[in-house]
């Protein structure tokens, strides 16, 4: 009789328990998202597979399952953490820049900077938001918060830079023109995209933010006028 077939089926079982349970315990979930978002930046979205993600993370699918719930979740994760990593990243790079001697100019160019060298994130939620068919709510939901998260720091940095004659914008009018801000940034974003090489992205950039500071006068000219 081979030694094999001596094992007891119950003591095979558990032992079969304790390797899956060993597996998803020494699964590294950090890995696994890397590996989902280096997959998605190449294939998308729709395009990236579970079998593909096993087969670069190095885990097997039920690890993967075990700590993500399914394909739809790791991805949304994946997408996540990429996307708040990078915005967290390139806030400290960008608020070190504006504690210079002319902070406009600096956000000026941090921005034009970020858009010739987008992080893969942000061609993806382009991507997915464009094919909403391919993808659930769980993901949508994930970009709207990557978004406002983008927003409510772009506030901020309104606030800090943008002020007209001097005076610091009241948050209300900041938050309005974060969203403007944003929209160009989307459009600055698709136009390089599609045409890459032809937009100068600094010169835009730049009147971006010439425009950004004619709307917070007319705002807060708006604002006085109404309080008179």
């Avoid at 070190?96 to 600096?106: A, I, Q, T, Y």
């Avoid at 010169?203 to 708006?222: D, G, S």
Wanted: glycine content about 6%; charged content about 25%.
């Amino acid at each position: 009789m081979s030694e094999t077939a001596s094992v007891p089926a119950g003591k095979k079982v558990a032992a079969k328990a304790r390797t899956g349970t060993r597996q998803r315990n020494e699964a590294n979930p950090e890995k696994i998202l890397d590996a989902a978002m280096s997959l998605m930046a190449e294939h998308g979205y729709a395009g990236t597979s579970m079998s593909m993600i096993c087969r670069l993370s190095g885990y097997p699918v039920t690890s993967i399952y075990w700590h993500f719930g399914s394909k739809e979740q790791l991805l949304t994760a994946a997408l996540e953490h990429s996307a708040l990593q990078a915005i967290d990243t390139n806030l400290d790079r960008k608020n070190n820049k504006l504690e210079g001697e002319d902070p406009v100019e600096s956000l000026v160019q941090f921005d034009a900077e970020f858009l010739q060298n987008p992080p893969p994130f942000l061609r993806l939620i382009f991507l997915i938001g464009l094919e909403r068919r391919s993808s659930g709510p769980e993901v949508m939901q994930a970009i709207a918060r990557i978004r406002l998260r983008a927003r409510a720091i772009l506030t901020e940095q309104i606030i800090h830079v943008i002020r007209p004659d001097g005076q610091i914008l009241p948050r209300d009018i900041a938050e309005e023109l974060a969203h403007f801000w944003m929209a160009m940034g989307d459009g600055m974003f698709a136009s390089s995209q599609l045409e890459p090489g032809q937009l100068d992205l600094l010169k835009c950039c730049r009147q971006q933010v010439i425009a950004v500071q004619a709307l917070a006068e007319n705002y807060l000219k708006e604002r006085m006028s109404q309080t008179r």
